[in-house]
Protein backbone atom coordinates (compact mmCIF):
# COMPACT_ATOMS: atom_id res chain seq x y z
CA UNK A 1 0.00 0.00 0.00
CA UNK A 2 1.51 2.75 -1.23
CA UNK A 3 1.57 5.93 -3.39
CA UNK A 4 5.04 5.39 -4.62
CA UNK A 5 3.84 2.90 -7.08
CA UNK A 6 2.55 5.55 -9.24
CA UNK A 7 2.59 8.82 -7.74
CA UNK A 8 -0.41 11.26 -7.88
CA UNK A 9 1.05 14.17 -7.58
CA UNK A 10 4.66 14.59 -6.65
CA UNK A 11 6.95 17.71 -5.34
CA UNK A 12 10.71 19.29 -5.25
CA UNK A 13 12.79 16.92 -3.55
CA UNK A 14 9.52 15.69 -2.77
CA UNK A 15 8.97 15.28 -6.64
CA UNK A 16 8.42 17.58 -9.24
CA UNK A 17 4.82 19.33 -8.69
CA UNK A 18 5.55 21.44 -5.64
CA UNK A 19 2.73 23.49 -6.25
CA UNK A 20 0.53 21.05 -6.46
CA UNK A 21 1.44 19.14 -2.85
CA UNK A 22 1.44 22.48 -1.16
CA UNK A 23 -2.21 23.15 -2.67
CA UNK A 24 -4.06 19.69 -1.35
CA UNK A 25 -1.82 20.62 1.83
CA UNK A 26 -3.98 24.10 2.22
CA UNK A 27 -7.11 21.63 1.76
CA UNK A 28 -6.28 19.70 4.49
CA UNK A 29 -5.35 22.55 6.72
CA UNK A 30 -8.63 24.39 5.82
CA UNK A 31 -10.88 20.91 6.57
CA UNK A 32 -8.65 19.84 9.43
CA UNK A 33 -8.98 23.44 11.18
CA UNK A 34 -12.83 23.53 10.61
CA UNK A 35 -12.80 20.38 12.41
CA UNK A 36 -10.98 21.78 15.34
CA UNK A 37 -7.90 19.85 15.00
CA UNK A 38 -5.74 20.22 18.12
CA UNK A 39 -2.27 21.34 17.45
CA UNK A 40 -1.21 18.79 20.10
CA UNK A 41 -3.55 16.20 19.04
CA UNK A 42 -2.68 12.29 18.02
CA UNK A 43 -2.88 11.88 14.07
CA UNK A 44 -2.48 8.49 12.23
CA UNK A 45 -2.21 8.97 8.16
CA UNK A 46 -2.91 5.51 6.34
CA UNK A 47 -0.22 5.36 3.48
CA UNK A 48 1.32 8.47 2.71
CA UNK A 49 3.76 7.08 0.17
CA UNK A 50 6.44 9.47 -1.28
CA UNK A 51 3.96 12.08 -0.58
CA UNK A 52 4.14 15.15 2.20
CA UNK A 53 0.29 16.31 1.56
CA UNK A 54 -0.85 16.08 4.66
CA UNK A 55 2.26 16.81 6.48
CA UNK A 56 1.57 20.49 4.44
CA UNK A 57 -1.65 21.06 5.80
CA UNK A 58 -0.47 19.88 9.18
CA UNK A 59 2.30 22.65 9.17
CA UNK A 60 0.06 25.38 8.23
CA UNK A 61 -1.76 24.73 11.06
CA UNK A 62 1.75 24.75 13.15
CA UNK A 63 1.13 20.99 14.19
CA UNK A 64 3.08 20.00 17.23
CA UNK A 65 1.53 16.65 18.31
CA UNK A 66 2.27 13.45 17.66
CA UNK A 67 1.80 11.71 13.65
CA UNK A 68 1.63 8.16 12.98
CA UNK A 69 2.63 7.37 9.46
CA UNK A 70 1.00 3.68 8.55
CA UNK A 71 3.00 2.49 5.93
CA UNK A 72 3.76 -1.19 4.85
CA UNK A 73 6.71 0.05 2.70
CA UNK A 74 9.59 0.51 4.38
CA UNK A 75 11.38 3.18 2.08
CA UNK A 76 8.14 4.62 1.40
CA UNK A 77 7.89 5.21 5.58
CA UNK A 78 11.40 6.37 6.04
CA UNK A 79 11.23 8.50 3.31
CA UNK A 80 7.70 9.88 4.73
CA UNK A 81 9.51 10.13 8.21
CA UNK A 82 12.55 12.36 7.28
CA UNK A 83 9.93 14.27 5.11
CA UNK A 84 7.34 14.71 7.96
CA UNK A 85 10.24 15.85 10.40
CA UNK A 86 11.39 18.46 7.85
CA UNK A 87 8.01 19.72 7.77
CA UNK A 88 6.92 19.35 11.60
CA UNK A 89 10.22 19.75 13.53
CA UNK A 90 7.71 20.36 16.91
CA UNK A 91 5.59 16.76 16.34
CA UNK A 92 6.61 13.59 17.22
CA UNK A 93 6.65 11.44 14.02
CA UNK A 94 6.31 7.76 13.99
CA UNK A 95 5.91 4.79 11.55
CA UNK A 96 4.19 1.65 11.58
CA UNK A 97 4.08 -0.96 9.11
CA UNK A 98 0.98 -3.11 9.50
CA UNK A 99 -1.10 -2.82 6.91
CA UNK A 100 -4.92 -2.32 6.64
CA UNK A 101 -7.00 -3.88 7.78
CA UNK A 102 -4.07 -5.08 10.55
CA UNK A 103 -4.62 -2.02 13.27
CA UNK A 104 -1.48 -3.12 15.29
CA UNK A 105 -0.82 -0.70 18.19
CA UNK A 106 -3.64 1.69 17.06
CA UNK A 107 -6.14 -0.76 18.07
CA UNK A 108 -8.95 1.34 20.36
CA UNK A 109 -6.40 4.56 21.48
CA UNK A 110 -9.02 6.39 19.94
CA UNK A 111 -6.37 8.34 17.56
CA UNK A 112 -8.07 12.20 17.22
CA UNK A 113 -8.05 11.98 13.48
CA UNK A 114 -7.90 9.37 10.84
CA UNK A 115 -6.75 10.67 7.43
CA UNK A 116 -5.90 9.44 4.01
CA UNK A 117 -4.78 11.12 0.96
CA UNK A 118 -5.69 9.62 -2.20
CA UNK A 119 -4.81 5.98 -0.87
CA UNK A 120 -8.21 4.16 -2.04
CA UNK A 121 -6.48 2.96 -5.68
CA UNK A 122 -3.47 1.64 -3.64
CA UNK A 123 -5.22 -0.36 -1.52
CA UNK A 124 -7.63 -1.79 -4.30
CA UNK A 125 -4.54 -2.36 -6.27
CA UNK A 126 -2.97 -4.12 -3.26
CA UNK A 127 -6.18 -6.10 -2.40
CA UNK A 128 -6.07 -7.69 -6.56
CA UNK A 129 -2.03 -8.77 -6.81
CA UNK A 130 -0.46 -11.14 -5.47
CA UNK A 131 2.96 -11.11 -3.67
CA UNK A 132 5.41 -11.66 -6.14
CA UNK A 133 3.38 -9.05 -8.38
CA UNK A 134 3.34 -6.64 -5.33
CA UNK A 135 7.55 -6.67 -5.27
CA UNK A 136 7.90 -5.80 -8.94
CA UNK A 137 5.37 -2.87 -8.98
CA UNK A 138 6.65 -1.43 -5.15
CA UNK A 139 9.99 -2.76 -5.21
CA UNK A 140 11.95 -0.10 -7.43
CA UNK A 141 10.17 3.20 -6.05
CA UNK A 142 10.56 6.92 -5.40
CA UNK A 143 9.65 9.84 -4.94
CA UNK A 144 7.54 11.12 -8.39
CA UNK A 145 7.76 7.89 -9.61
CA UNK A 146 6.20 7.36 -13.02
CA UNK A 147 3.52 4.65 -13.58
CA UNK A 148 5.45 1.17 -13.84
CA UNK A 149 4.47 -1.55 -16.97
CA UNK A 150 3.37 -4.01 -14.16
CA UNK A 151 1.00 -1.32 -12.29
CA UNK A 152 -0.22 -0.37 -15.66
CA UNK A 153 -1.10 -3.73 -16.75
CA UNK A 154 -2.20 -4.77 -13.44
CA UNK A 155 -4.83 -2.10 -13.85
CA UNK A 156 -6.12 -2.80 -16.63
CA UNK A 157 -6.87 -6.19 -15.86
CA UNK A 158 -8.07 -5.51 -12.85
CA UNK A 159 -10.63 -3.20 -15.22
CA UNK A 160 -11.33 -5.17 -17.89
CA UNK A 161 -14.01 -7.39 -15.40
CA UNK A 162 -16.55 -4.92 -13.98
CA UNK A 163 -17.40 -7.98 -11.65
CA UNK A 164 -14.02 -8.07 -10.39
CA UNK A 165 -13.42 -4.23 -9.73
CA UNK A 166 -16.97 -4.42 -7.63
CA UNK A 167 -15.60 -7.50 -5.54
CA UNK A 168 -12.42 -5.17 -5.07
CA UNK A 169 -14.47 -2.25 -4.37
CA UNK A 170 -16.74 -4.12 -1.57
CA UNK A 171 -13.34 -5.69 0.01
CA UNK A 172 -11.64 -2.48 0.52
CA UNK A 173 -14.71 -0.83 2.32
CA UNK A 174 -14.97 -3.73 4.23
CA UNK A 175 -11.81 -3.54 5.56
CA UNK A 176 -11.46 0.10 5.63
CA UNK A 177 -14.49 -0.37 8.07
CA UNK A 178 -13.30 -2.62 9.95
CA UNK A 179 -9.98 -0.72 10.35
CA UNK A 180 -12.17 2.16 11.53
CA UNK A 181 -13.66 0.22 14.08
CA UNK A 182 -10.18 -0.64 15.63
CA UNK A 183 -8.49 2.46 15.57
CA UNK A 184 -11.73 4.39 16.83
CA UNK A 185 -10.92 7.94 15.58
CA UNK A 186 -12.64 10.97 16.49
CA UNK A 187 -12.80 12.13 13.59
CA UNK A 188 -12.27 10.21 9.84
CA UNK A 189 -11.41 12.30 6.32
CA UNK A 190 -10.07 10.61 3.10
CA UNK A 191 -10.35 12.03 -0.25
CA UNK A 192 -9.56 10.98 -3.87
CA UNK A 193 -9.44 13.15 -6.88
CA UNK A 194 -8.36 12.18 -10.67
CA UNK A 195 -4.38 11.24 -11.50
CA UNK A 196 -2.94 12.92 -14.04
CA UNK A 197 -0.47 9.75 -14.47
CA UNK A 198 -3.58 7.34 -14.44
CA UNK A 199 -5.00 9.63 -17.41
CA UNK A 200 -1.56 9.73 -19.19
CA UNK A 201 -1.67 5.74 -19.83
CA UNK A 202 -5.82 5.29 -20.11
CA UNK A 203 -6.69 4.63 -16.54
CA UNK A 204 -8.99 7.50 -15.59
CA UNK A 205 -11.81 4.44 -14.93
CA UNK A 206 -9.86 4.23 -11.91
CA UNK A 207 -11.28 7.15 -9.93
CA UNK A 208 -14.64 6.00 -10.78
CA UNK A 209 -14.08 2.45 -9.04
CA UNK A 210 -12.24 4.78 -5.88
CA UNK A 211 -14.95 6.86 -5.35
CA UNK A 212 -17.69 3.82 -5.95
CA UNK A 213 -15.72 2.43 -2.94
CA UNK A 214 -15.59 5.56 -0.73
CA UNK A 215 -19.54 5.55 -1.15
CA UNK A 216 -19.62 2.17 -0.10
CA UNK A 217 -17.21 2.67 3.29
CA UNK A 218 -19.80 6.17 3.97
CA UNK A 219 -22.45 2.98 4.05
CA UNK A 220 -20.30 0.82 5.80
CA UNK A 221 -19.89 3.21 8.92
CA UNK A 222 -22.93 4.87 8.65
CA UNK A 223 -24.84 2.53 11.42
CA UNK A 224 -21.49 3.08 13.49
CA UNK A 225 -20.55 6.45 13.06
CA UNK A 226 -24.13 8.05 12.21
CA UNK A 227 -22.46 11.35 10.83
CA UNK A 228 -20.23 9.99 7.82
CA UNK A 229 -21.18 11.63 4.61
CA UNK A 230 -19.45 12.24 1.36
CA UNK A 231 -19.48 16.01 0.94
CA UNK A 232 -21.34 17.48 -2.23
CA UNK A 233 -19.42 20.23 -2.44
CA UNK A 234 -15.93 19.21 -1.35
CA UNK A 235 -12.73 21.78 -0.95
CA UNK A 236 -10.73 21.47 -3.84
CA UNK A 237 -13.70 21.84 -6.40
CA UNK A 238 -14.17 19.63 -9.15
CA UNK A 239 -12.61 16.01 -9.14
CA UNK A 240 -12.15 15.96 -5.50
CA UNK A 241 -14.25 13.71 -3.03
CA UNK A 242 -14.07 13.35 0.84
CA UNK A 243 -15.58 11.19 3.07
CA UNK A 244 -15.73 12.78 6.53
CA UNK A 245 -16.53 11.57 9.77
CA UNK A 246 -16.10 14.40 12.60
CA UNK A 247 -17.25 14.02 16.06
Not at 25 to 36: E, V
Not at 205 to 218: A, Y
Not at 230 to 241: E, K
Request: glycine share 8%; net charge neutral; charged share 25%.
Amino acid sequence: MSRAACTAGATKGIGSNEAWVRSVGRLWARLLRRAGLDPEAAVAEIGPGFSAKVAFGLSDLGFRGTVILVEPNEEAGAWAAAEYRRLLPDAEIRVMSEQVPDAGALAGQNTDFLVANHVIDDLLLDTYIEADERASIFGRMGPGSACSSTFVQAWHRMLATDTLSETLSEQVAANLSHYVELVRPRCLFLNDYPSWRHRQHGLEPISKVSRQTMDRLRYELVNSRADTALLRRPPGGRGFSWLVSPS
